[in-house]
């Protein structure tokens, strides 16, 4: 393939996100505070954050699926061209499930337990490419031998209870690829896994997404999951992304305060468990009620680095020599 | 005396618990379509729990290690196999008597939030066992409860509050406190950790190691994830279909396993 100089157009663009849950009379609770990042054609972002931080928000703000009293305040979504917050529903569910796919939490939820799982996966194909049932039923068996079915003409008979976690989660990743998808938006997928499983599945939907050439957004609050699937990381405190940057370079040497003392409470990695007995690190303190969210930078009371000035604002994501960028006064505030 | 009787009167002088050929199967189910046999969960298991200890038992879903943890807690008979416990076979013991022990040791689940009962008050939740140990309502009884509270960082004003309004880590750290009430002597965690946020999986782990210090305890933790557990453990018991392909002291495992699925568990634990 030739070199182009120009650098492609991303799959998904989203600038300045803000969102917020309502209670009815009053401003809306602020969850999202400005979030704003892109994601190029098949790559892969991982979304490191902890409870409450507004990961789970941000994907479904991303796939037009907020609950009742959730409200965009501000923002655009760009995907693939269209003003994803601006379509109309009908227009948008045309594009959920062919252009832009999910994978969630709980496999069960995704999948109705009075359907053969293959059929559902069909459906999709009827639905979105207007495939005649045989067609569509010979491609779902393939693709089910991908996700690594030993048997694929049992698994498209079998009903959803009859599997495993594992291997529900495997059908969820086919109904997710099955119409191609441009980008699938996954809510830590393997929270419901054993560890060796999960660590199979993130392996399985990672290499699939390669051949297909499919970008992800996968939020977790496990850096051990994102390591071994993003190309870059970006990590999240109260509603923000205060670090955005390429997978290694963020594990290995984390920049704003929060990531910093984030990762320092993961075990160092490798066998080894002789310094045992001193304290694991903490975060001292907690997140701010986002109901009374300070006016400076959110991490500010628990940061030890803080200096007068983050009380006052909170600090924009600043670029950083590299494909870094940081919301923290200590690496300049310049916008990026 | 036997050479057998002998080596296990010494085991049982450094061990709280010590477990011989644990049996237990399950019926499959009626969609299983095994019609009538019985589904093996764990099968011939030996384990000895060293006083003031911590064991790591470890596996991938349905290799037994969560069964073997609730037969370890007496909520379920074993088919097979002896519990000793303090010298006490348990697992000869009626209902009634098994309650002392039931006392001692305690069980702690993944998710508190389901065990913890609405209509309480984060007091009460903690009061309730000192009520069933037969602790009369009053000022000593709420002293109790509110000092166990402070030992795991939960603040005097949230003793009125409901326990809806808690998070995920102050959940756990309630049903920690709830069984320290009642003074056990072994706890079993079963995933306990997993599935909280890494910064409160860190404090949980040095709370943990505290309270163990603190009152003596011995703990067994029920995992798959050895990622945050392994900072807590001394021995490990590494399970797979049902038996226990490898054990030792935590330092040799975790540097030389020996074991496939050890080294899987292992690998998946790891960052990168």
């Given at each position: 393939?030739?070199?182009?100089?120009?650098?492609?157009?991303?799959?998904?663009?989203?600038?300045?996100?803000?969102?917020?849950?309502?209670?009815?009379?009053?401003?809306?609770?602020?969850?999202?505070?400005?979030?704003?990042?892109?994601?190029?054609?098949?790559?892969?972002?991982?979304?490191?954050?902890?409870?409450?931080?507004?990961?789970?928000?941000?994907?479904?703000?991303?796939?037009?699926?907020?609950?009742?009293g959730g409200e965009v305040t501000a923002g655009t979504v760009r995907f693939e061209g269209h003003d994803l917050l601006a379509l109309p529903e009908a227009r948008l569910r045309r594009l959920r499930g062919r252009r832009l796919a999910m994978i969630f939490q709980e496999p069960g939820l995704a999948l109705n337990p009075?359907?053969?799982?293959?059929?559902?996966?069909?459906?999709?194909?009827?639905?979105?490419?207007?495939?005649?049932?045989?067609?569509?039923?010979?491609?779902?068996?393939?693709?089910?031998?991908?996700?690594?079915?030993?048997?694929?003409?049992?698994?498209?008979?079998?009903?959803?209870?009859?599997?495993?976690?594992g291997q529900r989660q495997r059908v969820v990743i086919a109904q997710a690829l099955v119409c191609e998808p441009a980008l699938v938006v996954a809510d830590e997928p393997t929270a419901s896994l054993d560890a060796v499983t999960g660590g199979e599945l993130v392996a399985l939907l990672r290499s699939l997404l390669r051949?297909?050439?499919?970008?992800?957004?996968?939020?977790?609050?496990?850096?051990?999951?994102?390591?071994?699937?993003?190309?870059?990381?970006?990590?999240?405190?109260?509603?923000?992304?205060?670090?955005?940057?390429?997978?290694?370079?963020?594990?290995?040497?984390?920049?704003?305060?929060?990531?910093?003392?984030?990762?320092?409470?993961?075990?160092?990695?490798?066998?080894?468990?002789?310094?045992?007995?001193?304290?694991?690190?903490?975060?001292?303190?907690?997140?701010?009620?986002?109901?009374?969210?300070?006016?400076?930078?959110?991490?500010?009371?628990?940061?030890?680095?803080?200096?007068?000035?983050?009380?006052?604002?909170?600090?924009?994501?600043?670029?950083?020599?590299?494909?870094?960028?940081?919301?923290?006064?200590?690496?300049?505030?310049?916008?990026? | 005396?036997?050479?057998?009787?002998?080596?296990?009167?010494?085991?049982?002088?450094?061990?709280?618990?010590?477990?011989?050929?644990?049996?237990?199967?399950?019926?499959?189910?009626?969609?299983?379509?095994?019609?009538?046999?019985?589904?093996?969960?764990?099968?011939?298991?030996?384990?000895?729990?060293?006083?003031?200890?911590?064991?790591?038992?470890?596996?991938?879903?349905?290799?037994?290690?969560?069964?073997?943890?609730?037969?370890?807690?007496?909520?379920?008979?074993?088919?097979?196999?002896?519990?000793?416990?303090?010298?006490?076979?348990?697992?000869?013991?009626?209902?009634?008597?098994?309650?002392?022990?039931?006392?001692?040791?305690?069980?702690?689940?993944?998710?508190?939030?389901?065990?913890?009962?609405?209509?309480?008050?984060?007091?009460?939740?903690?009061?309730?066992?000192?009520?069933?140990?037969?602790?009369?309502?009053?000022?000593?009884?709420?002293?109790?409860?509110?000092?166990?509270?402070?030992?795991?960082?939960?603040?005097?004003?949230?003793?009125?509050?409901?326990?809806?309004?808690?998070?995920?880590?102050?959940?756990?750290?309630?049903?920690?406190?709830?069984?320290?009430?009642?003074?056990?002597?072994?706890?079993?965690?079963?995933?306990?950790?997993?599935?909280?946020?890494?910064?409160?999986?860190?404090?949980?782990?040095?709370?943990?190691?505290?309270?163990?210090?603190?009152?003596?305890?011995?703990?067994?933790?029920?995992?798959?994830?050895?990622?945050?557990?392994?900072?807590?453990?001394?021995?490990?018991?590494?399970?797979?279909?049902?038996?226990?392909?490898?054990?030792?002291?935590?330092?040799?495992?975790?540097?030389?396993?020996?074991?496939?699925?050890?080294?899987?568990?292992?690998?998946?634990?790891?960052?990168?």
């Amino acid at each position: 393939m030739l070199h182009d100089p120009r650098p492609a157009e991303p799959v998904l663009r989203v600038a300045d996100l803000r969102v917020g849950y309502g209670a009815g009379t009053g401003p809306p609770t602020p969850v999202l505070g400005g979030v704003g990042f892109e994601l190029a054609a098949g790559e892969a972002l991982g979304v490191l954050g902890e409870s409450g931080c507004g990961k789970s928000t941000l994907c479904l703000t991303l796939l037009g699926l907020l609950p009742p009293g959730g409200e965009v305040t501000a923002g655009t979504v760009r995907f693939e061209g269209h003003d994803l917050l601006a379509l109309p529903e009908a227009r948008l569910r045309r594009l959920r499930g062919r252009r832009l796919a999910m994978i969630f939490q709980e496999p069960g939820l995704a999948l109705n337990p009075c359907l053969r799982v293959g059929e559902q996966i069909a459906d999709l194909l009827v639905t979105h490419r207007g495939w005649r049932r045989r067609r569509a039923r010979s491609a779902v068996l393939e693709l089910l031998a991908r996700v690594r079915f030993a048997d694929p003409q049992r698994l498209f008979r079998a009903y959803p209870h009859q599997l495993s976690g594992g291997q529900r989660q495997r059908v969820v990743i086919a109904q997710a690829l099955v119409c191609e998808p441009a980008l699938v938006v996954a809510d830590e997928p393997t929270a419901s896994l054993d560890a060796v499983t999960g660590g199979e599945l993130v392996a399985l939907l990672r290499s699939l997404l390669r051949d297909l050439g499919t970008a992800l957004l996968f939020v977790s609050h496990d850096p051990a999951v994102l390591a071994s699937l993003a190309d870059r990381l970006a990590v999240m405190y109260a509603g923000r992304l205060v670090e955005v940057g390429g997978r290694d370079e963020v594990l290995a040497d984390p920049l704003h305060p929060y990531a910093r003392a984030l990762l320092a409470c993961a075990p160092p990695a490798g066998p080894d468990a002789r310094g045992r007995r001193r304290p694991l690190p903490t975060i001292p303190g907690s997140a701010p009620d986002p109901a009374a969210p300070p006016p400076g930078c959110a991490f500010e009371p628990r940061c030890d680095d803080r200096r007068p000035e983050c009380a006052l604002r909170p600090p924009a994501l600043a670029r950083r020599p590299g494909d870094r960028r940081v919301a923290c006064v200590l690496y300049g505030e310049e916008e990026g | 005396m036997g050479a057998g009787a002998a080596a296990a009167a010494i085991a049982e002088g450094r061990h709280l618990l010590t477990a011989r050929g644990l049996t237990k199967t399950y019926a499959r189910g009626r969609f299983g379509g095994g019609g009538g046999d019985r589904l093996p969960a764990i099968r011939d298991v030996d384990l000895d729990i060293e006083s003031g200890g911590s064991l790591v038992l470890v596996g991938r879903s349905g290799a037994g290690k969560s069964t073997l943890g609730r037969c370890l807690a007496l909520l379920e008979r074993p088919e097979a196999g002896s519990i000793r416990y303090r010298g006490v076979e348990l697992t000869r013991l009626a209902r009634r008597e098994l309650a002392t022990y039931r006392r001692q040791i305690q069980l702690i689940f993944q998710d508190p939030g389901r065990s913890l009962n609405p209509r309480f008050t984060v007091g009460e939740v903690l009061e309730e066992p000192l009520a069933i140990a037969g602790l009369r309502p009053g000022a000593e009884r709420r002293a109790r409860a509110a000092e166990m509270a402070a030992n795991v960082g939960i603040p005097e004003s949230w003793l009125g509050r409901s326990p809806l309004g808690l998070s995920g880590g102050q959940r756990q750290r309630l049903a920690i406190a709830r069984a320290l009430t009642i003074r056990p002597r072994l706890m079993i965690f079963d995933e306990s950790l997993t599935g909280l946020d890494l910064s409160i999986q860190a404090q949980t782990v040095n709370l943990l190691r505290e309270l163990q210090g603190r009152f003596g305890l011995t703990f067994v933790f029920v995992t798959h994830d050895l990622s945050m557990v392994r900072h807590l453990a001394n021995v490990v018991a590494v399970m797979e279909m049902g038996e226990i392909v490898e054990r030792g002291p935590a330092a040799e495992v975790f540097d030389a396993p020996r074991h496939p699925m050890t080294r899987r568990l292992l690998a998946a634990a790891a960052r990168g």
